[in-house]
């Protein structure tokens, strides 16, 4: 097993078992930090070697997908799970967003094991964030004059992981090769090892969440783990469209698959303040999260190829 799983499976097992072993908070701030930084960074350097405007019906295509999946999502909240409006919209947008963390992790997977995949894949991720955000508030509120549009915009575009990849893809862009070479082994060869400290404090963090199942049942639990399978067979089929790489097929159903635990949830604080935000970070955080970790990726690779896909 990849030791990066390990370590998630450690921060895990400690929660459930109570240890004291919780990282300081600056800490996970400054993990973050890089984690964002190097995702940015890694798909910045890539996308200078190819023109930009041929990337556009990627983009296009990846920000319907966003649209389209918490439509779907939200109904199978409402109606079979019988969640307030307000707490379906919450959770369907978690589920048409994206989660930063399950995607390094994707990347991991396929660095470790050798596999090729589309270098503009951080962009894609950085597109995946915004559409599930205003789509989950139109669904809670409808176009309300009420809503604070200007918060909500200034959340979404300001916060701290848009920033962070944007930031990085543009300095991976525009910075000279040569420069970029000297910081290499800081933001580069260490990547796995800030990843694998940032899956201990999210086993930690998910141990937590799962406590919330006793409350909430088995609603949740399916849910948690039926969408993102439902999601992935949407982001495979997609990557087919668009003839990607069976590597790059396995991380868009990678990315559809996972939900957000950063953007979204500050989104919706601001914009939907009504919305239980423990039901949200319980489904995305507590089941869909280590499902992906665990289980999900190496599924949707497997799922990637069996594709009739011409890529590499």
Do not use: C
């Amino acid at each position: 097993m990849d030791p990066i799983i390990l370590f998630f499976l450690l921060g895990l097992i400690a929660g459930l078992l109570r240890a004291d072993l919780r990282l300081p908070g600056s800490i996970y701030e400054f993990v973050s930090m890089l984690l964002l930084i190097s995702i940015g960074l890694k798909g910045g350097v890539e996308l200078a070697s190819q023109p930009f405007l041929n990337l556009l019906p990627d983009m296009l295509a990846v920000v319907l997908m966003g649209i389209a999946l918490p439509l779907v999502a939200f109904p199978v909240l409402l109606k079979l799970g019988g969640f307030r409006r307000a707490d379906a919209a919450s959770i369907a947008a978690h589920y048409g967003s994206v989660s930063v963390g399950t995607f390094a992790v994707g990347v991991a997977w396929m660095v470790t094991r050798d596999i090729f995949y589309e270098s503009h894949l951080p962009l894609l991720l950085v597109m995946l964030e915004i559409p599930a955000i205003l789509v989950g508030i139109i669904l809670a509120r409808g176009m309300s004059k009420g809503t604070a549009w200007g918060d909500v915009s200034r959340e979404i575009l300001l916060g701290k992981s848009i920033v962070l990849l944007v930031g990085g893809l543009l300095i991976g862009w525009l910075a000279d090769p040569a420069g970029m070479a000297s910081i290499e082994p800081f933001f580069f060869d260490l990547f796995k090892g800030i990843l694998a400290v940032f899956l201990l404090e999210m086993g930690l963090i998910a141990a937590v969440q799962v406590g919330a199942l006793r409350k909430y049942g088995l609603f949740l639990v399916a849910f948690g783990i039926l969408m993102p399978l439902f999601s992935a067979l949407i982001g495979a089929g997609l990557g087919w469209l668009l003839d990607f790489s069976v590597g790059g097929t396995a991380l868009l159903a990678t990315l559809a698959a996972s939900a957000s635990y950063i953007a979204v949830p500050a989104a919706m604080r601001i914009s939907v303040p009504e919305a239980n935000p423990t039901l949200s970070l319980t489904a995305s955080l507590g089941i869909t999260f280590p499902f992906n970790v665990l289980i999900g990726i190496p599924l949707y690779y497997e799922l990637a190829q069996r594709m009739p896909i011409a890529g590499p």
